[in-house]
């Protein structure tokens, strides 16, 4: 049953929900961050630092931090501060000099929050403060705020008899990624209060001896802060900094142990430098703990680099047991042991992927099928041939017989062509027709050609080039658009003489997915026969046109006018085409520039990459205009680079 | 030799974009920004199975290849997160047993009709939980109930609809549980009991394709939890108003614990049961 206070809260909650945030509505807002419910307070302050922060605002609820006692309301209030912005950071100023340490304390806070610039000077001043958590405070504003003024300030502080600011300094310049000179780190690292960030400090000066001295730490008490000093380091291992990690690990006492723990801390840092440990004495047997280390993405790619250098004893680790080791792990670390296993696959390994596959996980089995392909093993045929009738694993295991059957032919061969008597199925299918010699393939592509499953007479049409022009024509007439869309794709196969009277069949479907098949054939085609048709589809929706528009290019006969009303086109991935066709004529670089206001992202980032190929000086200067003009970072950045480039010209 | 020749290829953040443009499109999914990395693998097994260069390539599969709905299905199913399990998040659970069923058995003891939701339901572990805990408070034996079960990942419906479990998804059910509701089928596999799987049925959703919706009946409660927190905010405003249009008036809305409907208003009211804040659409409206 809902206790009395909450429903009473509640009730509280929804009128100021309900009152909004209206110029009468401020008082209410004002007072109720002195509610007794959090939620209600946590309201209000949000409401509030949505209002228009007028100096009056600024000042109530500066007025509110000052109210000893009650300290939802100030921490509610110093809340709002935060959210507010700049328009608070005068009064936030001042208020660091007030008597009270407390509001010292509530504005240094917020300051900090609000990384304002502005106040470093103000801060560094408060480091002097008579009360140490006002200083705290402000050491940890400047750690977030930063600039060289901050970093400065933040070293000198590491002199200071407070250990708890020597802290703050160390965790600020951590912070900053500003490690300060190597021998005023040194004394740090002994202390008990701050060893643990000084370590990590350590970690972010690139230079041989602090690596020296962090191999060295594996061997202290301090060993774990060491180990997460390690992985703060944003280069990776170079060989010789390998090697060193390698002879030092070997005097780690149960050092196995230990590095598991560390694969599986919540602690980023201590988690990457274990990855490193790992990889340096190659302890192929924690590859499981590598694989989980991945878990949540971060040190994703990190772990796989790993688990490759680990190799296939790495790969067995993952793969033994039953069920495999693999399965017990989360699905991002999943999927990095799996392409580790992938990367891996070797002949030994069939016999644990034939019992992943039969793991009862798709994602794994569809993982193991791919590994088998890659096996080069004749014993990776049989556990593919039993995943072909499996629908749900019938296209992974029909691809990897295909890759598998250029060591061991025959055998997949003969598989798929069982299957397939079985029941055929398309890709089992479109397999054998790869792989078959073309006599025997060619018999089971009639036979399939007049199959019930529409799929199943696609995938023959697709494959059956070699059938002729009869079989072709049959499946161009067929009532399924899916198999006229396979006999449209398969005509770039034919003679060209043969081809040219179903391709202006095809051309004439009023199915989008064949016309595009049938524009895409044309242009491998070569077949000039039919630019006006071609061009006429350039007025169509986003895939016949952009089909067309490629094989026009492809047939040499795109010319400036259907290059411009194709970069007039809807379809941006057609206007970026277009665009990419028009680089090398003058009249190109004029679409491109007339295409640097285009109004998506993408077509203005094709634009400027027409002109780094293309265009002349003269047009950095529509692309410095467009720079300016340009509001969204990743379009700047890219924009940028194309800049660059043709400013090199 | 490994197969070196065949690394995976490059995402490019522009490629990166792209892909989380037509996602978010699609079903309003929001990739994070460091998760390129992520989808760069995840995708990478697409590419292959499909012949493709690069992912500029797939994004044009994707937007142009006559089977491309099927393709950005695929896309979304390795994408999104689809963990799950029995018994999740049991205080919730708890409270709604002990709070909402009576409620909602006093509610409907007329038409004796109880119509649930698990919206976002995986490989089915939440509306069988459901099911499962009808079952335990007796008070609707003899009632026509009804669980749905939609998702948009076609697979994990067929998952759903075998109905056979490890132990993985079963990490938080008690022996006695396991006992009361499921058949062992072979060593740590089993299969839910048939009575209560027979009144849970699954559907393929998208939960942004309003006429989809429209064939599902009016609900009075509507479990749906940790799906919304990876939508974009538009997206997942959309959804929570096609829950209030879908519940029936005073019908109920459940979220996972890291979801509320906090950052913008409603029209739902809030209900403060022991053990949860839940969602109501008042009886009234
Ligand atoms: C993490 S699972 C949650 C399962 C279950 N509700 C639970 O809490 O244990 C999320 C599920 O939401 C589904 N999902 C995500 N976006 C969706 C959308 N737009 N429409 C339908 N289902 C969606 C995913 O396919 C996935 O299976």
Redesign the interface.
Same mark, same amino acid.
């Given at each position: 049953m809902p206790l009395e206070g909450d429903e009473a809260a509640e009730a509280r909650y929804q009128q100021l929900l309900a009152a909004g945030m209206g110029e009468d509505a401020l008082e209410g807002l004002v007072a109720a961050l002195y509610d007794v419910s959090w939620r209600v307070r946590k309201l209000a302050a949000e409401l509030l630092a949505r209002v228009d922060a007028t100096p009056a605002l600024v000042d109530r609820l500066i007025h509110v931090l000052g109210d000893r006692g009650q300290t939802g309301a100030r921490n509610a209030a110093a809340m709002a501060l935060a959210q507010l912005g700049p328009p608070a950071v005068p009064s936030l100023l001042t208020l660091l000099q007030h008597p009270d340490p407390d509001q010292r304390k509530f504005a240094a806070d917020i300051l900090g929050e609000l990384r304002q610039p502005d106040a470093v000077g103000e801060l560094i001043g408060r480091l002097e403060d008579p009360d140490p958590n006002v200083c705290v405070a402000a050491a940890e504003a400047l750690g977030r705020i930063g600039g060289v003024a901050a970093g400065r300030a933040l070293e000198r502080l590491l002199d200071s008899k407070e250990p708890l600011l020597r802290l703050c300094a160390l965790e600020g310049l951590g912070q900053l990624s500003r490690p300060p000179p190597l021998p005023s780190l040194l004394p740090h690292l002994e202390a008990p209060e701050t060893a643990r960030s000084a370590w990590r400090l350590l970690g972010q000066i690139a230079h041989p001896t602090a690596f020296a001295l962090l191999c060295r730490g594996l061997l202290t008490p301090a060993r774990d802060a060491a180990l997460a000093g390690l992985g703060a380091r944003e280069v990776g291992l170079a060989a010789d900094g390998e090697g060193e990690l390698k002879v030092t690990l070997r005097h780690v006492e149960q050092a196995e142990g230990w590095l598991t723990q560390a694969l599986a801390s919540e602690e980023r840092a201590l988690r990457h430098g274990a990855l490193q440990a790992v990889q340096a004495a190659a302890l192929s047997s924690l590859a499981v703990g590598v694989a989980g280390a991945a878990e949540g993405g971060e040190l994703a790619e990190a772990a796989l680099k790993v688990l490759i250098r680990l190799g296939l004893p790495g790969a067995n680790a993952l793969l033994a047991g039953d069920p495999p080791a693999l399965t017990s792990l989360g699905r991002e670390a999943r999927s990095v042991a799996g392409e580790a296993v992938l990367r891996a696959a070797e002949p030994v390994l069939v016999p644990a992927l034939a019992a992943l596959a039969a793991a009862g996980d798709f994602e794994l089995a569809e993982l193991a099928a791919r590994a088998l392909g890659r096996s080069r093993s004749e014993a990776a045929v049989a556990p593919l041939a039993e995943m072909l009738d499996d629908d749900l694993l019938a296209a992974s295991a029909a691809r990897a017989l295909v890759t598998l059957a250029v060591t061991v032919p025959a055998q997949c061969t003969q598989a798929l062509l069982q299957s397939l008597e079985r029941r055929p199925r398309p890709h089992a299918l479109r397999a054998y027709a790869q792989v078959a010699p073309p006599a025997e393939a060619l018999a089971m592509l009639r036979r399939c050609a007049h199959e019930a499953d529409e799929r199943v007479r696609a995938a023959a049409a697709e494959a059956s080039a070699t059938l002729g022009v009869e079989l072709l024509s049959t499946a161009l007439a067929d009532e399924s658009a899916l198999v006229r869309r396979a006999a449209a794709r398969a005509l770039a196969r034919l003679a060209p003489a043969d081809a040219l009277p179903l391709l202006r069949r095809a051309l004439a479907d009023d199915e989008p997915a064949v016309l595009t098949s049938a524009a895409v054939a044309a242009g491998e085609l070569g077949a000039k026969e039919v630019t006006a048709t071609l061009e006429a589809l350039l007025a169509s929706s986003g895939a016949v046109a952009l089909a067309a528009l490629q094989s026009l290019f492809q047939l040499g006969v795109l010319s400036i006018g259907l290059l411009q009303s194709a970069a007039r086109h809807a379809d941006a991935e057609v206007v970026k085409a277009a665009l990419t066709f028009a680089a090398g004529s003058a009249e190109g670089v004029k679409l491109a520039v007339e295409r640097l206001q285009h109004p998506r992202w993408d077509v203005r980032v094709a634009a400027a990459r027409t002109l780094a190929v293309s265009g002349g000086r003269e047009t950095l200067i529509p692309l410095h205009a467009a720079l300016e003009r340009e509001t969204d970072a990743l379009t700047r950045e890219l924009m940028m680079v194309s800049a660059a480039r043709l400013a090199e010209r | 030799m490994?197969?070196e020749e065949d690394?995976?290829p490059l995402l490019t953040?522009?490629e990166f =974009?792209?892909l989380k443009e037509l996602l978010l499109d699609a079903c309003g999914l929001q990739l994070r920004e460091?998760?390129k990395?992520?989808v760069e693998?995840?995708l990478?097994?697409r590419l292959?199975?499909l012949s493709l260069r690069d992912y500029s390539g797939y994004y044009?599969y994707l937007?142009?290849?006559?089977r491309a709905r099927e393709e950005v299905e695929l896309a979304i199913e390795l994408l999104v997160?689809?963990?799950t399990y029995f018994f999740r998040e049991p205080t919730q659970l708890g409270s709604f047993e002990r709070?909402l069923l009576p409620r909602l058995c006093q509610q409907n003891a007329s038409s004796r009709k109880l119509r649930l939701w698990s919206a976002g339901c995986s490989s089915g572990e939440e509306p069988y939980t459901l099911s499962m805990l009808i079952a335990e408070t007796g008070l609707f034996d003899g009632w026509d109930v009804q669980i749905h079960g939609t998702d948009i990942s076609r =697979?994990m419906l067929?998952?759903a609809r075998a109905a056979e479990y490890?132990s993985s998804a079963l990490r938080t059910t008690t022996p006695a549980q396991l006992a009361r509701h499921f058949d062992p089928i072979s060593a740590g596999?089993f299969r839910v009991k048939a009575g209560l799987k027979n009144r849970v049925s699954f559907g393929h959703l998208n939960l942004l394709d309003e006429a989809g919706l429209k064939l599902l009946p009016r609900m009075d409660a509507i479990f749906c939890r940790n799906v919304l927190i990876y939508l974009e905010p538009a997206a997942r405003r959309k959804v929570v108003h096609s829950f209030w249009e879908q519940l029936v008036a005073g019908g109920y809305l459940l979220l996972g614990h890291s979801e509320s409907l906090?950052t913008f208003?409603t029209d739902f009211?809030?209900?403060?049961?022991?053990g949860d804040l839940v969602y109501r659409r008042p009886a009234g409206a």
């Open positions: - | 490994p197969f690394a995976r953040a522009e =974009r792209l460091d998760l990395y992520v693998r995840r990478w097994p292959e199975a044009r937007r142009f290849d006559a997160p689809h963990e709070e =697979r067929t998952a490890g596999r906090l208003s009211a809030l209900v403060q049961l022991t």
